[in-house]
Each structure stands twice: as C-alpha cells, then as structure tokens.
C-alpha cells in the first residue's frame, strides 16, 4: 500500500476510533443523568462549576485557531490546555449533579478522572504535542517550557496578545457544547423539580 493511501487509512481509522470515543462519553453521561437522583442545593453548586468550566471553554475557543498558529493568547497564556480543564470541570459538575442513591455518580466521576488522566490526556499531550513541534518548532518548545500543561500558573506567558473572537469560537464548535449542556441541566432540574 502506498504511503498516502497508508496516512489517510490510518487518518480514516482515527476519526472513526474519534467518533466512537465522543459517541460512548456522550452515552455515559446520558445513562448518568437519566438514573440521576438530583437535589437542588448540589444541582445549582454544580452547575456553578459547570458553568465555570464552559466558561472557559468559550474563552479558550475564541483564541484557538488549529495548527495554523500557536496559541499563546487568553487562557493559552497561563494554561497549554483551557479546552481540557473546562472539560475536566464541566465533567466534575455534571457527575456530582447527577447524584444517585447509590452514589453510582461518585463512581463515574472516579472512573471518568481515571480515563482522563491516564489515557486522554497522557495521548492527547503526545499527539498534539508531536504536531505542534512539527508545525511550530522552537516557538512551542519555549511556550511548553513555560507554560503549565493543565492546572494554570500565575505569571502570564510573554506571547501574542490576539482578541478573543466570537466567529473563532463558532468555528471551533462550542456552541454545540453549550446546547448540550442546556439540555443536560434543564433535564436535570425538571428532574430535580419531581419531572
């Protein structure tokens, strides 16, 4: 098999493995919410922390343009990974909102951190981390030298000072997190509410 035919075999099959990640989170949290148990004192204090977490998500978004430049501006200058962190806390949120009787919830949320920090992270870092050396070379090497990989550092990193951008964050899909997770609360109160 020639090489280009071996690249978009293998490019095929990692959006495929892509989708099917993105299609069982998504079923997780499905059956999470749908056995839920939620009460409003810890609904409205997780959502707190979800919107927190979307929040960031937004911002980070309006900033990222994909492997055309090396983002260093908004989150970027104080975190390699905003995207991650506003999933790892919207992930929190919604395990501990969709609390159940027998603290199934309390389990997701173990074996969620689990799969973060020992495989998606650990393979996102090597993957994206390789392509972004690859396209950006000594920049890279310096912002990672620098720059906290997850959990943000104080000082601001001395990059580009680039605008957040509403049409940035359209083109980078977060509207389509945000409706999710709409629907996902409103589920959750009507169901807190006695639905």
Same mark, same amino acid.
């Given at each position: 098999?020639?090489?280009?035919?071996?690249?978009?075999?293998?490019?095929?099959?990692?959006?495929?493995?892509?989708?099917? &990640?993105?299609?069982?989170?998504?079923?997780?949290?499905?059956?999470?919410?749908?056995?839920?148990?939620?009460?409003?004192?810890?609904?409205?204090?997780?959502?707190?922390?979800?919107?927190?977490?979307?929040?960031?998500?937004?911002?980070?978004?309006?900033?990222?343009?994909?492997?055309?430049?090396? =983002?260093?501006?908004?989150?970027?200058?104080?975190?390699?990974?905003?995207?991650?962190?506003?999933?790892?806390?919207?992930?929190?949120?919604?395990?501990?909102?969709?609390?159940?009787?027998?603290?199934?919830?309390? =389990?997701?949320?173990?074996?969620?951190?689990?799969?973060?920090?020992?495989?998606?992270?650990?393979?996102?870092?090597?993957?994206?981390?390789?392509?972004?050396?690859?396209?950006?070379?000594?920049?890279?090497?310096?912002?990672?030298?620098?720059?906290?990989?997850?959990?943000?550092?104080?000082? &601001?990193?001395?990059?580009?000072?680039? =605008?957040?951008?509403?049409?940035?964050?359209?083109?980078?899909?977060?509207?389509?997190?945000?409706?999710?997770?709409?629907?996902?609360?409103?589920?959750?109160?009507?169901?807190? =509410?006695?639905?």
């Amino acid at each position: 098999m020639p090489a280009s035919s071996r690249g978009m075999a293998v490019g095929e099959r990692s959006r495929i493995l892509g989708w099917a &990640r993105i299609a069982s989170v998504y079923s997780f949290i499905a059956v999470l919410v749908v056995l839920s148990r939620p009460t409003p004192p810890p609904l409205a204090a997780c959502g707190a922390l979800v919107l927190l977490g979307e929040a960031l998500r937004v911002w980070a978004a309006g900033h990222l343009v994909k492997s055309a430049r090396l =983002a260093t501006s908004g989150p970027y200058a104080y975190t390699q990974n905003p995207l991650y962190l506003g999933r790892l806390l919207i992930l929190t949120g919604l395990a501990v909102a969709a609390r159940s009787e027998a603290r199934w919830n309390l =389990a997701a949320l173990a074996v969620g951190y689990a799969v973060f920090f020992l495989y998606y992270l650990p393979r996102k870092l090597r993957v994206e981390g390789a392509r972004l050396a690859r396209l950006h070379g000594p920049a890279f090497e310096a912002y990672h030298a620098r720059v906290p990989i997850l959990f943000p550092g104080l000082s &601001r990193y001395p990059g580009e000072k680039l =605008a957040w951008s509403f049409g940035r964050m359209v083109r980078n899909q977060e509207p389509m997190v945000i409706a999710g997770l709409l629907v996902v609360f409103a589920f959750l109160s009507w169901k807190t =509410a006695g639905g």
